[in-house]
């Protein structure tokens, strides 16, 4: 078994609560996502008395659960017993997000790929003391693995940091601007794979990255919610809201949802149909193992044939040790200006195998804005990034955080970012070509994209 180290330092108080607003702000516009849960009612979700929670009554109730006030509500029904309530529907790579706001006492936990006996992977909402979020266990697997970074003091406004290969991205410090106690706050989970690997976050802020090497549970299951232990059963709740689910495809495919979305696939996975060189001529490159490298296939980048003005591009890459990348978008001309080599043209989104979060690495736009962090993972490994240009907006996402977002109507000067402060463009980009080719760069050694996937937007009102 292997927990992904992280890249990232630790964030502090007044970042993390900005993180916290975004990512409530912008659950409901996610692509890919269909929610799970109506809100009223509790079709589509069953309760299970199946799971070793159910005990006390002889396995005949699973807890008490109902829907409050927009919410699934559940707690013990006599002490000392619970149980689960699950999805009808079954499935396999996905990531679920909710929102959450329990008492702190009763235990809790969203399950992965559950079994009707509450086999499955957990991602931990054990909010009480000594408990810890978002953390990762094996229920009814052996309890492995069990792996967490916090756990809760007496109060829920102190938490301690476990030594765990997965460092806490939280300072105790920053936690109670963070975690926003009797509020709404955002969990979610991802897995993929069979072994798993299961990426979790608490408000957009990710928390633990867990690689399972050994095959114990099978690849598709249920979504659950637990209630068991703790807390006092007659007026102590856990509550879950704006439940979605977002499948994932297999590489280089739509899922159904994206297809009724409007996304378009961008590459096959297979050929070059659609890419060429920055020069219009053929890639020299083979596609490698589902994937496109731009490194010596020919020219600056590698460009999709059609040119595009309003969207959000979804793709993943992975970097070789040392490389630097770059994906462009809204190239105008694919003639180099006298002087000047073709990323002029466009708009680069820097890819670095660097750890800072500069003007140069990854989830920049490149010179121009500075990402508000680094959340890139280590070169060799695939990341996950999302960019949306809407107009003069520019935002990026990276594996699952907001790193940079940009208006372009700020930059008035050529060589000047709005603060007055250099950079080398001889552009205003306020002035700046709404509509170009997308590229992914060649600068001196090997890197991959795959899932490469587009939505065009409507063009924003003035």
């Given at each position: 078994?292997?927990?992904?180290?992280?890249?990232?330092?630790?964030?502090?108080?007044?970042?993390?609560?900005?993180?916290?607003?975004?990512?409530?702000?912008?659950?409901?516009?996610?692509?890919?996502?269909?929610?799970?849960?109506?809100?009223?009612?509790?079709?589509?979700?069953?309760?299970?008395?199946?799971?070793?929670h159910?005990?006390?009554?002889?396995?005949?109730?699973?807890?008490?659960?109902?829907?409050?006030?927009?919410?699934?509500?559940?707690?013990?029904?006599?002490?000392?017993?619970?149980?689960?309530?699950?999805?009808?529907?079954?499935?396999g790579?996905?990531?679920?997000?909710?929102?959450m706001?329990?008492?702190?006492?009763?235990?809790?936990?969203?399950?992965?790929?559950?079994?009707?006996?509450?086999?499955?992977?957990?991602?931990?909402?054990?909010?009480?003391?000594?408990?810890?979020?978002?953390?990762?266990?094996?229920?009814?697997?052996?309890?492995?693995?069990?792996?967490?970074?916090?756990?809760?003091?007496?109060?829920?406004?102190?938490?301690?940091?476990?030594?765990?290969?997965?460092?806490?991205?939280?300072?105790?410090?920053?936690?109670?601007?963070?975690?926003?106690?009797?509020?709404?706050?955002?969990?979610?989970?991802?897995?993929?794979?069979?072994?798993?690997?299961?990426?979790?976050?608490?408000?957009?802020?990710?928390?633990?990255?867990?690689?399972?090497?050994?095959?114990?549970?099978?690849?598709?299951?249920?979504?659950?919610?637990?209630?068991?232990?703790?807390?006092?059963?007659?007026?102590?709740?856990?509550?879950?809201?704006?439940?979605?689910?977002?499948?994932?495809?297999?590489?280089?495919?739509?899922?159904?949802?994206?297809?009724?979305?409007?996304?378009q696939?961008?590459?096959?996975?297979?050929s070059?149909?659609?890419?060429?060189?920055?020069?219009?001529?053929?890639?020299?490159?083979?596609?490698?193992?589902?994937?496109?490298n731009?490194?010596?296939?020919?020219?600056?980048?590698?460009?999709?044939?059609?040119a595009?003005?309003?969207?959000?591009?979804?793709?993943?890459?992975?970097?070789?040790?040392?490389?630097?990348?770059?994906?462009?978008?809204?190239?105008?001309?694919?003639?180099?200006?006298?002087?000047?080599?073709?990323?002029?043209?466009?708009?680069?989104?820097?890819?670095?195998?660097?750890?800072?979060?500069?003007?140069?690495?990854?989830?920049?736009?490149?010179?121009?804005?500075?990402?508000?962090?680094?959340?890139?993972?280590?070169?060799?490994?695939?990341?996950?990034?999302e960019?949306?240009?809407?107009?003069?907006?520019?935002?990026?996402?990276?594996n699952?955080?907001?790193?940079?977002?940009?208006?372009?109507a700020?930059?008035?000067?050529?060589?000047?970012?709005p603060d007055?402060?250099?950079?080398?463009?001889?552009?205003?980009?306020?002035?700046?070509?709404?509509?170009?080719?997308?590229?992914?760069?060649?600068?001196?050694?090997?890197?991959?994209?795959?899932?490469?996937?587009?939505?065009?937007?409507?063009s924003?009102?003035?």
């Amino acid at each position: 078994m292997k927990v992904f180290p992280s890249p990232r330092r630790r964030l502090t108080g007044h970042t993390l609560a900005l993180a916290c607003v975004l990512s409530l702000a912008l659950n409901a516009a996610e692509p890919g996502f269909e929610s799970i849960f109506d809100g009223s009612t509790l079709k589509g979700w069953h309760v299970s008395a199946k799971t070793g929670h159910s005990r006390a009554s002889g396995n005949t109730s699973g807890g008490a659960w109902a829907v409050r006030d927009g919410a699934i509500t559940g707690t013990q029904d006599i002490p000392g017993n619970g149980g689960i309530i699950l999805t009808d529907q079954e499935f396999g790579d996905f990531e679920v997000a909710l929102e959450m706001n329990n008492d702190y006492g009763p235990d809790s936990g969203l399950f992965l790929r559950s079994t009707e006996d509450g086999k499955a992977w957990q991602a931990m909402i054990d909010y009480h003391a000594n408990g810890n979020l978002m953390g990762i266990y094996g229920e009814g697997l052996g309890g492995k693995p069990s792996v967490r970074n916090f756990s809760f003091l007496e109060k829920v406004t102190e938490i301690v940091p476990i030594p765990a290969p997965t460092p806490l991205p939280v300072l105790p410090s920053a936690w109670p601007s963070f975690w926003r106690h009797g509020q709404w706050n955002e969990l979610r989970a991802r897995i993929v794979g069979n072994p798993p690997s299961i990426t979790t976050w608490i408000n957009g802020v990710k928390m633990m990255e867990w690689k399972e090497t050994e095959l114990r549970h099978p690849e598709r299951g249920r979504i659950a919610l637990q209630v068991h232990g703790g807390g006092d059963h007659t007026r102590e709740w856990v509550r879950y809201r704006h439940i979605r689910v977002k499948s994932i495809a297999p590489d280089n495919a739509l899922t159904p949802v994206e297809r009724r979305e409007g996304w378009q696939l961008l590459f096959d996975g297979k050929s070059h149909a659609g890419w060429m060189n920055s020069d219009r001529s053929a890639p020299r490159t083979p596609v490698q193992e589902g994937s496109l490298n731009p490194h010596r296939a020919g020219h600056y980048m590698l460009v999709h044939t059609q040119a595009w003005s309003n969207f959000t591009l979804s793709l993943d890459f992975k970097l070789s040790q040392g490389c630097n990348s770059g994906i462009f978008i809204r190239t105008s001309s694919l003639t180099p200006r006298p002087g000047k080599d073709i990323g002029f043209n466009g708009i680069e989104i820097a890819l670095d195998d660097t750890p800072g979060a500069g003007f140069h690495d990854t989830g920049a736009l490149y010179d121009l804005v500075k990402p508000a962090r680094n959340a890139m993972k280590p070169s060799g490994e695939w990341n996950h990034v999302e960019i949306t240009a809407a107009g003069s907006s520019i935002s990026v996402n990276l594996n699952g955080e907001r790193v940079t977002q940009a208006d372009l109507a700020q930059f008035k000067t050529a060589h000047r970012r709005p603060d007055g402060s250099p950079h080398k463009f001889d552009v205003a980009y306020r002035d700046h070509s709404g509509s170009g080719f997308i590229g992914l760069q060649d600068h001196g050694a090997p890197c991959w994209f795959k899932n490469i996937k587009i939505k065009p937007l409507p063009s924003p009102i003035p």
